[in-house]
């Protein structure tokens, strides 16, 4: 029996390190490049709002006559337009909690009305990572969270369950929390001109202005800071659809 020569055996080690090293080379390439990384697509789905309103007309001057002594009642005074104009009170995510408020009003004489607004769905598609991905579904999911800060705070402040001055604290939180995701944003994507990325810009850049406004308590003759905190979600949610 042949004994297997020195050289075979060091020749088959040899190619076996050396396709190792290959296969490691490659994977790194592949994972230091993101070479077939499939594409994600980070999206905000379609919602769904419940305007109450509480004066409806033709002619938009007649709610601009009205609206002042509406928000010295805590109202938003906001008026959207669809298929005529509605001065809003408020805005709701549940459609049931629209309809009570609405009852109640009824009650008193107020021939109010539920809206609903829907909100397109958005989403961008790319080789994103885990940290643009996350920052992403941030920046989507923005102006809900906001809302849903604002609206809280706004309740908790009419039924007295906090003071004006525990209220304006909360705001400030809210809009700085708004400052950071934004921060961050422009952190990842500065040097990204995509237009949809442009869009999300755009958009902070709206947002955070209306959001200044409230945190520099701009308030309308007779307004009340209820009322401002209210016609601020009320422009977050629906000047770009108005």
Known sequence: MKKFPYFTTFAVTLSVLLCISIGYFISTCIVSTNLFQLTKKVESAQTSFYALSIYTSDNEDDLIAVKKDFQKQNCAGYIYHSDKFYLIASVYKNAND??????????????????????????????????????????????????????????????????????????????????????NFETIFKSNRLNDIEKLRSEFERVEEILENLTKENLEEGQTYSSLIKITYCKILLDEIN
């Not at 609903?116 to 598609?125: N, Q, S």
């Not at 706004?154 to 909360?170: G, H, N, P, V």
């Open 98 to 183: 629209a309809e009570l408020v609405k009852n109640n009003l009824s009650v008193n004489g107020y021939n109010a009305e539920v809206v609903k607004v829907d909100i397109p769905a958005f989403y961008l598609e790319g080789n994103f990572s885990s940290q643009e991905e996350e920052i992403l579904r941030l920046a989507l999911n923005c102006k809900d969270k906001i809302f849903e800060n604002l609206y809280d705070i706004s309740i908790s402040l009419d039924t007295q369950i906090i003071s004006e001055t525990e209220a304006k604290l909360k705001v400030n939180e809210t809009y700085s929390n708004f400052v950071t995701a934004k921060n």
